[in-house]
Nanobody, 127 residues
Framework: QVHVVESGGGLVQAGGSLRLSCVASGRTSDILAMGWFRQAPGKEREFVAAHKWNIPSTYYADSVKRRATISRDTAKTTVYLQMNSLKPEDTAVYYC????????????????????WGQGTQVTVSS
């Protein structure tokens, strides 16, 4: 079984940067990909970025494509999400997720593609 735990959220001013971390533990050899999603109050959970593991590939939502970087520390089984030029509309709870059963690039942005979820970390961007 795989577990993921996020950290790094907080309050930041618009235009600032933040780096979120997600540490995976347990049967990490089962992980096919890890991703970040976010959910703002009153809105549905939306895809932010993902990192496929066996053939390293990254995927981004259009809303963050030029402002976000997802990276992986193989030794630490940790995935990072670096967010720059933050905007108030980036305010949300950010969730880390892992896929351990099946994964392909065509489904990277679907929350149903991930079967392991963290508790989330709050990111608040003030204007």
């Amino acid at each position: 079984q795989v577990h993921v735990v996020e950290s790094g959220g907080g309050l930041v001013q618009a235009g600032g940067s933040l780096r979120l971390s997600c540490v995976a533990s347990g049967r990490t050899s089962d992980i096919l990909a890890m991703g970040w999603f976010r959910q703002a109050p009153g809105k549905e959970r939306e895809f932010v970025a993902a990192h496929k593991w066996n053939i390293p590939s990254t995927y981004y939502a259009d809303s963050v494509k030029r402002r976000a970087t997802i990276s992986r520390d193989t030794a630490k089984t940790t995935v990072y999400l670096q967010m720059n030029s933050l905007k108030p509309e980036d305010t949300a709870v950010y969730y880390c997720a892992a896929a351990t059963t099946y994964y392909s690039s065509s489904i990277a942005s679907y929350s149903s593609s991930y079967n392991v979820w963290g508790q989330g970390t709050q990111v608040t961007v003030s204007s």
